[in-house]
């Protein structure tokens, strides 16, 4: 290790660095000040010293070579998650950040770069995931010995608005259910009063629903893969697979549907496009969700609210913390009672069930 003075072939001084790394081999690097040199020399030998001694050259490669490198070993993640991994990266990072080497990232030219995604059109709960995937990649440099830290240390993502939770009243569920294309009425009624996903109700298929026992089971959902097509999927944890038992108001919405509405056989899907397949959740929305939220006054609300409309009714009843797998068909009926009072419909919780209780109904 060492710093040599020398002069270039048109008079102008440099300051060159030698080092030579854990593997005998040596490396050097050239400053135009010997303060500089100083400071890297100083760097270096203190990694060195405490074990965490990074090849200088390592940090030479892109940031998309290095993504690229990194994508390839996201084996773990749910198709939809690697995709928007990679989609927030592809759109929105390797377009400003791409050719630029890995040691060459620093905190101004990140920040530069995540205010210039906050100035645009991007939300800040968008701008807020490009800067988790970026925390990922850069993290993942430091561990494969490629950096010797991340320069997004310090760097604080923009401040995300906690999104008011909208929460239907009963009248409010009847009200949208029977304003929406009668084909998904039932959608209404499910979505508000069993607390399914968006994801999970465009992919209950009619086996899962057993309306003699009044119950149905969740087990897969529709979701994007790595190509963006809509395809089915399994559920994101196993805590997800779930029965939900089903006041009568729910089973008798069910049973006008699934005689009139749904696919046909075994397989067949509950909830279906005007031409029988799996919905579409982007077209649903728009086609079908948001103009109908509109017309019944209700707007603005996400189909994910219905989902909140489910934990607000079944909490209104004071249960919610104490029920136990094999009441859940006791509360459906309190329910109904409390639904007939109020000229409206309620929900009945969430049961999460056992291993035993899925022998024979995973997904296929």
Known sequence: MGIERRTTKIGDVRYEVRLRGPDGRERSRTFRTRKAAETYERELLTQRDRGGWVDPRAGRITLADWVAEWSATLVNLRPSSRRIYLDNLRLHVLPELGAVQLNKLDKAMLRAALAKLSTSHLKPASVHQVYRVLRRVLTAAVENDILVRSPLEGIKPPRVEPQEMRFLAPGDVALLAATIDARYRAFVTVGAYCGLRLGELAGLRRHRVDLLHRHLQVVE????????RWAMQPLKTRSSLRSVALPAVVVDSLDHHLRQWAGRGREGFV?????????DPDNFRSRVWTPAVAAAGLAPLRIHDLRHTTASLVMTLDRYGHLMPGRAQDVADRLDALAKEASAEMIPPVIPLGPRDFRGIGPK
Not at 221 to 228: E, T
């Open 221 to 228: 959902q529709l979701g994007r893969d790595d190509s963006g």
């Open 271 to 279: 909830f279906t496009a005007p031409d029988g397949g799996h919905l």
